[in-house]
């Protein structure tokens, strides 16, 4: 017998369906969504969350026409499911598959790519304003949780949606910080009372008849606010501009279609605050969130990982920086930690239980994260700001500007640099080396394992300046660590392998690659260890020894680290010849890590057949 979810291919069909049969689909979309994830791996506690509010949003606005903007993306299972994705979910994150996040390339009812938190408002508003522009009555919708809501770029947005009448709808999906009362039938009532075309035409209509008379038509809207404020949460929204109608229960499909109809009657902006939990519907997600946020392939059964998540055994460069962390903070009372929003992914669990009054959680805000950081350093503490290569793009001013301008002692522990695989181009940290270089008073370090990693953290802790230590994604190559708090001479690359005519020249994780390669080609092998600054007398060394300089990297080509080799070797008026391997001018799009680097010609038969062809070697090794 064939399922209701199996006879949707498109939103059209959806909305063929009445409104009593939509609870039904809402349990078989959340079933395929735990068998689906437990086979790839993917976002689970945020998709689980949105089943019924992706339903009545694509029931009720006729998508793609109308525009649904999802903030950060990763609660948009469901939506794909149900817009001609089902049978794709099979590939989910794998190479030649369909993305984690919306992609504009991938189907026409993603409106909008994302991938980073606290856009979708902004770009929704644009939309808005296109449809008002080309006078079309298209709807834009853009769907935001409560913790995108912490960011600046959000109240921005909103700042500017609230003095246009643009037809704009802001869904807040309440689900994490509680910043409303529980959801209860009087708060459905109302909800569905304050959208309804009653309340509103008799609301502008009071509005024309009392225009005449502005103080009174004050002390209506005044009355009207309080009235409103004592039965729904704050009037934070109203002030905005937006009118604001909620919050309901998010899982209730008839309150959320309802509501949802008759906002779509409604012109200008419109607020609507909807409280959902996350893992609603699968009893491990519902207690632990945060564990099935994202998740490996997994038992749906019981919701255990498969060992194949754990096969390698070794500590993550992430649980490195963790245990670094708790070890300099025993040494030294002015060092804090700050995040925005990425405790359990950038390894702070143990330092925020041990520390907690030194630990800031400051928000989706990396922007504030580096200011804050730059203001503790000013006055005598030692801040360590933890963050993703992808996310520091978004503070870039701040990291210029408030920390390196002012010379301040800021170490930025940048976490998943290089590719990230499943999590494709939106996550991956391909550019950091050509940013952070270009910047006066900066150290950048980059460590080829996990002991180094150590070393490297230390040194830049006790530097006198912003400082930087960028490592990938998982674990390094397994070398074990030293406990000891001991720091490396800042400036200078070690030579790991003596051979002949070719000089290999690997920055951070390509040095396990470098050396296979190197075996092969009798090359000499180097860890530079640092791109800025350069080890100038070694690179001078290396040019008048060898024949060819090869720089490797697991960075965009323009401007990284074999740019700086480059720079520094004409500037001291070497003439040797550099090739350089890199990621390539592209966005790179997700796949399993290792086939991703090899295709990027980035293992070590890459390394070889590249060296070979520019040395006039015909032999190649097969890929």
């Known amino acids: 017998m064939t399922t209701l979810l199996e006879q949707i291919n498109d939103p059209s069909q959806l909305r063929a369906l009445s409104r009593k049969e939509l609870p039904a689909l809402a349990d078989e979309l959340r079933q395929m969504l735990i068998s689906s994830v437990s086979k790839t791996g993917g976002h689970l506690a945020s998709n689980l969350g949105v089943v019924e509010l992706s339903i009545a949003l694509h029931y009720v606005f006729n998508t793609p026409d109308d525009r649904l903007v999802w903030d950060v993306g990763h609660q948009t299972y469901p939506h794909k499911i149900l817009t001609g994705r089902r049978e794709a979910m099979a590939n989910l994150r794998q190479s030649g598959g369909i993305a984690g996040f919306p992609r504009r390339t991938e189907s026409e009812y993603d409106a909008f790519g994302t991938g980073h938190s606290s856009t979708s408002i902004s770009a929704a508003l ?75 035409v008799m609301r502008q209509g009071t509005e024309k008849v009392l225009g005449v008379a502005p103080p009174i038509l004050e002390l209506a809207k005044r009355a009207e606010e309080h009235m409103k404020g004592m039965m729904t949460p704050s009037t934070l929204f109203e002030e905005f501009g937006f009118n604001y109608i909620g919050p309901i229960d998010g899982h209730d499909m008839e309150v959320l279609v309802t509501t949802l109809t008759n906002i779509k009657e409604l012109k200008g902006p419109q607020f609507l605050h909807i409280v959902t939990q996350k893992g609603k519907g699968y009893a491990p997600a519902e207690d632990d969130p945060g564990k099935y946020h994202g998740v490996g392939k997994f038992d749906p059964e019981n919701g255990t990982g498969s060992k194949a998540n754990n096969a390698t055994g070794k500590p993550s460069y992430t649980q490195v920086f963790g245990d670094w962390l708790v070890d300099m903070a025993d040494s030294d009372y002015r060092l804090v930690a700050i995040t925005p929003a990425m405790c359990d992914g950038s390894g702070l669990n143990k330092f925020q239980e041990k520390y907690p009054e030194r630990y800031f959680d400051v928000g989706i805000a990396e922007q504030h994260a580096l200011t804050f950081a730059g203001g503790l350093a000013c006055d005598g503490i030692k801040p360590v700001v933890a963050i993703y290569s992808t996310f520091l793009q978004r503070a870039y001013d701040q990291l210029i500007h408030d920390i390196a301008l002012q010379n301040l002692p800021v170490l930025l522990a940048i976490d998943r640099a290089g590719l990230v695989g499943a999590d494709g181009p939106t996550h991956a940290g391909s ?56 720091s490396l001479p800042i400036g200078k690359g070690e030579i790991r392998r ?113 060296i070979r062809q520019v040395a006039g070697i015909e032999e190649i090794i097969p890929q």
């Not at 298209?138 to 949780?145: D, H, Q, T």
């Not at 500017?160 to 910043?179: F, K, P, W, Y």
């Not at 006066?440 to 530097?463: A, I, K, W, Y």
């Open 126 to 200: 644009g939309m808005a304003v296109a449809a008002q522009q080309l006078r079309s009555e298209r709807r834009a919708v853009a769907i935001i949780g409560d913790g995108a809501m912490t960011a600046g770029m959000a109240f921005e947005a909103l700042n500017n949606a609230g003095a246009m009448n643009a037809n704009l709808l802001v869904v807040l999906n309440d689900n994490d910080m509680s910043i409303s009362p529980n959801v209860g039938a009087l708060n459905n009532y109302l909800a569905k009372l304050l959208s309804g075309r009653f309340y509103n």
């Open 431 to 486: 550019f950091d080396l050509s940013y952070l270089r270009c910047i006066p008073n900066m150290l950048v370090m980059v460590p080829s394992d996990e002991n180094e990693c150590r070393q490297m953290l230390t040194t830049g802790f006790q530097h006198e300046g912003p400082a930087a230590v960028r490592y990938p994604r998982g674990s390094g190559p397994g070398v074990e660590v030293d406990t000891a708090l001991t």
């Open 498 to 610: 003596q051979g002949k005519k070719i000089a290999i020249l690997a920055f951070g994780s390509m040095l396990t690659e470098s050396m296979k390669a190197g075996e092969t080609l009798d090359a000499t092998v180097v860890n530079m260890r640092f791109v800025k600054p350069m080890d100038v007398e070694l690179l001078c060394q290396l040019a008048a020894k060898h024949e060819l300089l090869v720089t490797v990297e697991e960075n965009a080509l323009e401007g990284g680290a074999g740019s700086a080799v480059m720079e520094t070797l004409q500037e001291n008026r070497s003439h040797t010849p550099c090739l350089r391997l890199g990621l390539p001018d592209t966005f790179i799009e997700h796949g399993n890590t290792e086939a991703m680097l090899a295709a990027c010609g980035l293992d070590a038969s890459g390394i070889i057949n590249a």
